[in-house]
């Protein structure tokens, strides 16, 4: 029969262990993160011009979320080949309003 002090090694054991793992994936979803991110940058490097992309870098620090929203909508325009020349600023504009209006949807009773 193991002593205590054995159980509470092995208890300890397991723990380190347990951790040891969850850090592991933790890295490998970082390292995952990080290269989506490196490819969304080349990507819109490649499709906007110099005033839309120093926007999206605006649009990042004020609404981070509404950023990413932009950047895979026009990641999934580019694989899709629907993007003939680059974005220029007012078209990114446009995209944005778009991309940000609100729906609105009303309800009748009868």
Excluded: C, F, H, W
């Amino acid at each position: 029969m193991p002593t205590e002090e054995e159980i509470k090694k092995r208890m300890l054991q397991q723990r380190m262990q347990e951790q040891a793992a969850y850090a592991a994936n933790a890295q490998g979803e970082a390292a995952q993160m990080k290269q989506a991110e490196d490819v969304l940058r080349t990507v819109m490097s490649q499709i906007l011009e110099p005033k839309a992309r120093d926007r999206l870098n605006n649009l990042k620090v004020v609404k981070p979320e509404v950023a990413m929203q932009l950047q895979m909508y026009l990641a999934q325009l580019y694989q899709a080949g629907q993007i003939p020349t680059k974005i220029t600023d007012e078209q990114m504009v446009v995209i944005l309003r778009k991309l940000t209006e609100k729906r609105e949807t009303t309800i009748k009773r009868k």
